[in-house]
């Protein structure tokens, strides 16, 4: 079974401070991607990574990097946390190649920023 | 550019009605089409896909016809049950114009299936 974990399910930060959230997948996927879900707007991508090092931005990066050094790990960083970036925060990955392989999920982590 | 649209929630149903949740896309390439379920507390998973015109992709009774013609995908199944209380997104798959594949994800419906 693809497995894709995320190092927290909650977590509690102060306005300014950095964030670091951490995703691991066990399936040797190219692709892994950075969502944020908010009620009534769906999955917005934040970043995605093709491959190591590799990385492109997607609708909504402004208040966020990335870190992909290697194959199974994705991270997101919010450079000073601020409390519209309260959010649930889903991590996928996929096989490359062609959009026909689907998007395995973690649990997610929800995210409040005071 | 891309977007799929799919309808508002919540839905209610009494367990054993007949489920529908539409679905509509537009797509500049020929897109792959995706229905994804998401339990409370969990993230989202596949529920079923189809990679091109007039496919059926079918599971757990579920099921969706990628229609070309009409640029829909809706769901459907014959008797559902309340464990399929959940959120269902529709979603869609293209090349975009860097060369990579985009992933474009509706708004996600919400279901309440009553005994």
């Known amino acids: 079974d693809v497995k894709v974990t995320q190092s927290s399910r909650y977590l509690v930060k102060r306005t300014g401070e950095k964030v670091f959230l951490e995703c691991v997948q066990d399936?040797?996927?190219?692709?892994m991607f950075w969502y944020r879900q908010d009620p009534g707007l769906g999955l917005r991508l934040i970043y995605f990574s093709y491959d190591v090092k590799m990385k492109e931005k997607g609708d909504i990066p402004e208040g966020y990097s990335v870190s992909r050094e290697k194959k199974e790990r994705f991270s997101l960083i919010l450079e000073s946390a601020s409390t519209n970036q309260t959010s649930m925060y889903l991590c996928?990955?996929?096989?490359?190649?062609?959009?026909?392989?689907?998007?395995?999920f973690g649990p997610g982590t929800r995210l409040t920023v005071t | 550019g891309d977007s799929v649209t799919q309808m508002e929630g919540p839905v209610t149903l009494s367990e054993e009605a007949f489920l529908t949740i539409n679905c509509t896309y537009t797509a500049t390439g020929y897109p792959s089409l995706f229905w994804y379920v998401q339990y409370p507390g969990e993230g989202l998973q596949l529920l079923l896909k189809?990679?091109?015109?007039?496919d059926k992709g079918s599971n757990k009774g579920f099921e969706a016809t990628y229609r070309k013609e009409t640029t829909s995908f809706h769901l459907e199944k014959g008797s559902v049950q309340v464990s399929d209380s959940a959120v269902y997104f529709c979603?869609?798959?293209?090349?975009?114009?860097?060369?990579?594949?985009?992933?474009?994800f509706g708004t996600g419906t919400r279901l309440k299936v009553l005994a």
């Open positions: 996928a990955s996929s096989f490359g190649g062609t959009g026909s392989y689907e998007q395995y």
């Open positions: 979603a869609l798959s293209d090349l975009g114009t860097s060369g990579t594949y985009k992933y474009i």
């Open positions: 189809a990679t091109k015109a007039d």
């Open positions: 399936m040797d996927h190219e692709n």
